[in-house]
Nanobody
Framework: QVQLVESGGGLVQAGDSLTLSCVAS????????MGWFRQAPGKEREFVAV????????LHADSVKGRFTISRDRAKNTVYLRLNSLKQEDTAVYYC???????????????WGQGTQVTVSS
């Protein structure tokens, strides 16, 4: 079992930056692939970024590439998502998730956090 708790969301203006954090706990918390997803109102949940167990490999969705960066601190069992140059279309609930697979499909993630709201105003 892995428990995930996100934090760091908020209301910001377009062009601003935020850093989301996700703290993992549980027996295998340090040995899982971690991903970030987001869900905007009326839309399906979409992949944002994924990072490998050791943090050596990352993948970002095209829509956020060059603006968002995923990273992890294994000693703290924490995964981060740095959001730069935010746009209104980035407004969504952001979820972190844990998986045994390095994947972009949400169905391959077994554990999910409760989500943190990011709202970007013009």
């Amino acid at each position: 079992q892995v428990q995930l708790v996100e934090s760091g969301g908020g209301l910001v203006q377009a062009g601003d930056s935020l850093t989301l954090s996700c703290v993992a706990s549980g027996r295998t918390a340090s040995d899982v692939v971690m991903g970030w997803f987001r869900q905007a109102p009326g839309k399906e949940r979409e992949f944002v970024a994924v990072i490998s167990r050791l943090g050596r490999t990352t993948l970002h969705a095209d829509s956020v590439k060059g603006r968002f960066t995923i990273s992890r601190d294994r000693a703290k069992n924490t995964v981060y998502l740095r959001l730069n140059s935010l746009k209104q279309e980035d407004t969504a609930v952001y979820y972190c998730a844990a998986s045994s697979y390095y994947a972009t499909e949400s169905r391959k993630y077994n554990y999910w956090g409760q989500g943190t709201q990011v709202t970007v105003s013009s």
